[in-house]
């Protein structure tokens, strides 16, 4: 089945340093889907990319869609305090070549992320 | 405002008993997930419903059971047969079709089980 590799595990940064994350699939993905988990906390979605070569924003948030569509980034610029928790990226498990999703999502291990004041 | 509430936030029980955990989503969503997040470790899928009376295993159902008799909610139990029920439970919903795959994700419910 489809596996998400998300690298680095974990990282520790300073205040105002900048993040840099990715994500690489085995298959093709139609769209690649960026969350962050505070702690205790349930997932949020940050960014959705639906288009391979994409480039999104979200305030310092940053994603691009890979345009092999087998590989996503996120970057953070800026990084503070509340920055920390863990960073997740997800792809579609089942949706077909015309584009329709049956819901289920692959998702990576992970970013842990410190970021020391 | 439109979400998923999950029910409670905190849970304790007794090794052997069932409990049940409580899922709600007004956002008129389709399809609806359980997943379970050890420390430190990424989400797997426990069980998903993709309609109302249908759901199907995910990875680690063994232990779990749901029920979706309404578009609005999908209980989920844990069993006394789950061997190692403590961990945060989350709930996700999401609509399906043509380009959607989003979910969106309840607060979580922490089980706690001595």
């Known amino acids: 089945g489809q596996q998400l590799n998300q690298s680095p595990q974990s990282m520790f940064i300073q205040e105002g340093e900048d993040v840099s994350m990715n994500c690489t699939s085995s298959?093709?993905?139609?769209?690649w889907l960026w969350y962050k988990q505070d702690p205790g906390e349930g997932p949020v979605l940050l960014i959705a990319?639906?288009?391979?070569?994409e480039l999104t924003s979200n305030g310092r948030l940053t994603a691009q869609f890979g345009i092999t569509r087998k590989d996503s980034f996120l970057n953070i610029s800026a990084s503070i305090p509340s920055d920390v928790g863990i960073y997740f990226c997800a792809g579609p498990s089942n949706q077909n070549a015309g584009g329709t999703s049956y819901g289920k999502l692959t998702f990576g291990q992970g970013t842990i992320l410190t970021v020391h004041p | 405002d439109g979400g998923i509430t999950q029910s409670p936030k905190y849970l304790f029980r007794k090794e052997g008993q069932n409990v049940t955990l409580s899922c709600e989503q007004n956002?008129?969503?389709?399809?609806m997930y359980w997943y379970r997040q050890d420390p430190g470790q990424g989400l797997r899928l426990i069980y998903y419903s993709q309609i109302v009376n249908d759901f199907q295993k995910g990875d680690i159902a063994e232990g779990y059971s749901v029920s979706r008799e309404k578009k609005e909610s999908f209980p989920l139990t844990v069993t006394s047969a789950q061997k190692n029920p403590t961990a945060f439970y989350l709930c996700?919903?999401?609509?399906?079709?043509?380009?959607?795959?989003?979910?969106?994700f309840g607060p979580g419910t922490r089980l706690t089980v001595t």
């Open positions: 298959s093709i993905f139609n769209t």
């Open positions: 956002l008129n969503h389709d399809a």
């Open positions: 996700a919903s999401s609509i399906i079709g043509q380009g959607a795959s989003e979910q969106y």
């Open positions: 990319l639906y288009k391979a070569g």
